[in-house]
T-cell receptor, first 111, second 112 residues
């Protein structure tokens, strides 16, 4: 059974800091991994999708990496801003189509 | 280009009642997945529909059922509601699988 863990559960940083969020999964037989952002009480916004054959993806100040063999992904946020405050979730998708989510990391960026 | 839409936004029901939630996928998408998200937790996969058939199912009881229509929109039905069914219900669509999933804003269900 696939399990996804995100550490830390919460993170508070001052504005302008670079930071890394972690996601680990137990079964390396994944098809892709997707990072999402969720604002309180809202739906999920897709940030980055990494296919299993890829090592990383970049979008603006965000960079996500994937190491399937070790069961790890990281989301790097450069020059954090208060608007980045949200919960960040990672989800792994297996070939059969099921997605398994972590419980997220709640990020607070202080002005 | 309309994204994924869900209705209603909020819903309050009492124990034992039945509820139907609706989802319209992003334009051009043919696969719909439903998730349940309890407060403070990540979404849990309920089931997935493709070509009007349930293709995958998570660890949810038969009280949870669904349907996909020819226009790819979908419904989630929950019978005999329990207090523990209170959650945010999310719908996601994609163009086939495995591909990037796009989520709707969710339906907040409260069971009293």
């Amino acid at each position: 059974k696939q399990e996804v863990t995100q550490i830390p559960a919460a993170l508070s940083v001052p504005e302008g800091e670079n930071l890394v969020l972690n996601c680990s999964f137990t079964d390396s037989a994944i098809y892709n991994l997707q990072w999402f952002r969720q604002d309180p009480g809202k739906g999920l916004t897709s940030l980055l999708l990494i296919q299993s054959s890829q090592r990383e993806q970049t979008s603006g100040r965000l960079n996500a990496s994937l190491d399937k063999s070790s069961g790890r992904s990281t989301l790097y946020i450069a020059a954090s801003q208060p608007g980045d405050s949200a919960t960040y979730l990672c989800a792994v998708l297996i070939l059969a189509g099921k997605s398994t989510f972590g419980d997220g990391t709640t990020l607070t960026v202080k002005p | 280009d309309a994204g994924v839409t869900q209705s209603p936004t909020h819903l309050i029901k009492t124990r034992g009642q039945q509820v139907t939630l609706r989802c319209s996928p992003k334009s051009g998408h043919d696969t719909v997945s439903w998730y349940q998200q309890a407060l403070g937790q990540g979404p849990q996969f309920i089931f997935q529909y493709y070509e009007e058939e349930e293709r995958q199912r998570g660890n949810f009881p038969d009280r949870f059922s669904g349907h996909q229509f020819p226009n790819y929109s979908s419904e989630l039905n929950v019978n005999a509601l329990l207090l523990g069914d209170s959650a945010l219900y999310l719908c996601a669509s994609s163009l086939g699988l495995p591909n990037e999933q796009f989520f709707g804003p969710g339906t907040r269900l409260t069971v009293l």
